[in-house]
């Protein structure tokens, strides 16, 4: 149930009910029973919901598929872990304590431990976290700019314990067994759901009020035109040489086509150009002569390279802004890189590994995270699969980007499900710092969402687009204390002023503190374990 909550089948209903049955057969179980159990549940979802990952190394990669199986199988039990890890912990709550505590616990368990699994060793893997299954619902993931797509994550299962405890407490009822109801109270049917509908109504409150305030405020915003250039260059062909000049001419054409709706930046996708940019004297050229003819910005991934420590060559996956006048005036590597895509994961200390996927890439991962600018206007970027970190999106927000860029080569991924799931997950990364977020895909999913999540555009898959759309830049002076970014104060304006005086003004508060609500919900799993361990419950 739960891998059909996520898209594309996007049956979202299911995440709010799908791990029910999992805790009827925790319940009483003991905790190495619960562990197995649950590792076999979790075990199942990453099958089906991260099997394209065989495509990708299959396909593209040129690894052999039973190698491709094999790392399939290896990440999914990494990732089942996490989910034996719940079941060994909520088994006992589920078995002996109260309707409360099970509604407090259970989805602090849940939080705590996908909040590991997003920050683990090697980078974390944050894909299909549950609260990602709810992205086309707009009032309710508003509560994500305080609390992130945790927060949310939070009220799923906590609504699955409260079906489980309502279920449970019918079944009990028709057995004829004793249910301890005073007559002057309610039932602990009644109570639980009054404390659901209460945490739901807050919810689901604060979703319409901020989405209404954002609206307001954001009319006033800089518009920009944005064109947005979806090449659907084959992967099995894009880093042909014979192929790179038909490449070329595919994006000048797209290109030529936006400049005639007068767009401020054209956006290319993840190495839309196939060669070194910054050396290539052949069809380089031709690439800078796209803004110059166009007369506009040029925003385009392209791999790169550079001198380390002791001249030793490193590579990366970059990303170039080039204006009319072809000259490159900002760039970004990539910081988050895609393990046996980009790298191979602990080849420092298992040199065999490297032996068996021999196709993978060998980049060097960025280091620092600072907007790009071009007239007045600065934007983040998150290549590829870095759109699932939040820290990425919220780090350069807080350095005072108005808007993000995410640019993919989702022909990786085939025709299977990734595609729709990761365009899905970028919509919190807009939600949660309430800017416009524009993503140019290679083979799509191509499109721009707004800071409450609404989907304003949106390509095809594997189809060749010219797209053009109109957003908003967050404006620091009417949006934010007049103290900047960084502490510092704006010009023309004395320390302490403020232009708003609302405490909802200025940056979110996921923008400001990041995952506060999840290491909040880790530290209250920490001490409910210490104590029942005091108590010789665990």
């Not at 649950?38 to 979802?45: A, I, K, P």
């Not at 089942?80 to 719940?86: D, N, P």
Request: proline share 4%; charged share 15%.
């Amino acid at each position: 149930m739960l891998v059909i909550a996520f898209p594309p089948i996007d049956l979202s209903i299911f995440a709010w009910i799908g791990m029910v049955p999992l805790f009827f057969v925790l319940e009483g179980k003991r905790k190495g029973k619960a562990f197995l159990l649950s590792f076999f549940w979790g075990f199942v979802f990453f099958l089906g919901t991260i099997y394209w990952v065989v495509n990708s190394m299959v396909n593209y990669g040129g690894i052999p598929f039973f190698t491709s199986c094999l790392i399939l199988l290896l990440l999914a039990i990494f990732l089942s872990l996490f989910h034996a890890a719940f079941g060994f912990l909520s088994a006992t709550v589920l078995s002996n304590s109260s309707s409360l505590l099970k509604l407090l616990f259970i989805p602090s368990n849940w939080v705590s431990l996908e909040y590991i699994r997003g920050n683990a060793i090697e980078g974390g893997f944050p894909w299909v976290l549950l609260g990602y299954s709810q992205s086309s619902s707009l009032s309710l993931i508003q509560v994500a700019d305080i609390t992130g797509v945790y927060g949310i994550s939070f009220l799923a299962v906590m609504f699955n314990v409260f079906i489980f405890i309502s279920i449970k407490g019918r079944i009990l009822k028709s057995r004829n067994q004793k249910l301890e109801v005073r007559s002057n109270a309610l039932s602990p049917f009644f109570k639980e759901g009054f404390v659901i509908l209460i945490v739901l109504i807050i919810v689901l409150g604060y979703g319409l009020f901020r989405i209404n305030q954002i609206d307001k405020i954001s009319y006033d915003w800089k518009t920009l035109k944005i064109g947005i250039a979806q090449g659907n260059i084959d992967q099995g062909r894009k880093w042909d040489a014979s192929f790179r000049k038909e490449t070329v001419d595919i994006y000048r054409n797209l290109s030529l086509t936006l400049a005639k709706n007068k767009v401020d930046l054209l956006v290319w996708p993840e190495t839309a150009v196939p060669f070194y940019l910054q050396s290539d004297k052949d069809l380089g050229p031709q690439i800078f002569d796209v803004p110059r003819e166009t007369n506009t910005h040029l925003f385009t991934g392209s791999p790169a390279y550079g001198l380390g420590v002791g001249n030793e060559v490193k590579y990366y996956n970059s990303a170039f802004l080039i204006t009319p006048q072809n000259e490159i005036t900002g760039r970004y590597d990539k910081v988050r890189l895609v393990p046996f895509g980009e790298y191979v994961p602990f080849k420092k200390y298992l040199p065999f590994i490297h032996k068996l996927v021999v196709g993978v890439g060998d980049f060097t991962s960025g280091n620092w995270l600072k907007p790009l600018e071009f007239n007045g206007n600065s934007f983040g970027v998150l290549i590829c699969f870095e759109s699932i970190f939040p820290e990425l999106s919220r780090g350069f927000v807080k350095e005072g980007a108005g808007f993000l860029i995410n640019i993919t080569n989702d022909a990786w991924f085939g025709r299977t499900s990734a595609p729709y799931q990761h365009f899905s997950q970028s919509v919190f990364r807009a939600v949660e710092n309430k800017v416009f977020l524009v993503r140019a895909a290679n083979t799509g999913i191509s499109g721009v969402i707004d800071p409450v999540g609404r989907v304003k555009l949106k390509s095809g898959i594997f189809t060749k687009e010219a797209l053009t759309a109109d957003i908003k830049i967050r404006d620091a002076q009417s949006f934010t204390p007049l103290e900047g970014f960084s502490g510092r104060k704006l010009p023309g304006h004395s320390k302490g002023d403020n232009l708003r005086k609302s405490p909802l003004m200025g940056f979110t508060f996921y923008s400001r503190y990041g995952d506060i609500f999840a290491i909040g919900c880790l530290i209250a799993v920490v001490i409910f374990l210490l104590i029942g361990i005091r108590k010789n419950v665990y």
